[in-house]
């Protein structure tokens, strides 16, 4: 029912800044909660930033300390994570997802987008 599609990544040097973006198409955008979750290999999966249907609540995994911002665009259907200070321990793919109203789990995933940082 839901399709993501992220983009943004790529490769950058230590303390820039990279801007993520997803695209939904399906469903209705404006009442799920979403969410920005990373993995790099060997990893488990870790929650980055989540946000609600008007952006009125944001929440960030505890290793954000300020430097990402999570933002929404209801009307055109996107989601944004803005990246600065960014450190080598931030490399991974980063993956956009979805929680409907009432569900439990994120269970609508886009396919990622690959974040290297080099020193």
């Known amino acids: 029912q839901v399709q993501l599609v992220e983009s943004g990544g790529g490769l950058v040097q230590a303390g820039g800044s990279l801007r993520l973006s997803c695209a939904a198409s399906?469903?209705?955008?404006?009442?799920?909660?979403m969410g920005w979750f990373r993995q790099a290999p060997g990893k488990e999966r870790e929650f980055v930033a989540g946000i609600n249907w008007n952006g009125g609540s944001v929440t960030y995994g505890d290793f954000v300390k300020g430097r990402f911002t999570i933002s929404r665009d209801n009307a055109k259907n996107t989601v944004a994570l803005q990246m600065t200070s960014l450190k080598p321990e931030d490399t991974a793919v980063y993956y956009c997802a979805v929680r409907r109203p009432g569900v439990r789990e994120y269970d609508y995933w886009g396919q990622g987008t690959q974040v290297t940082v080099v020193s």
């Open positions: 399906g469903g209705t955008f404006s009442s799920y909660r």
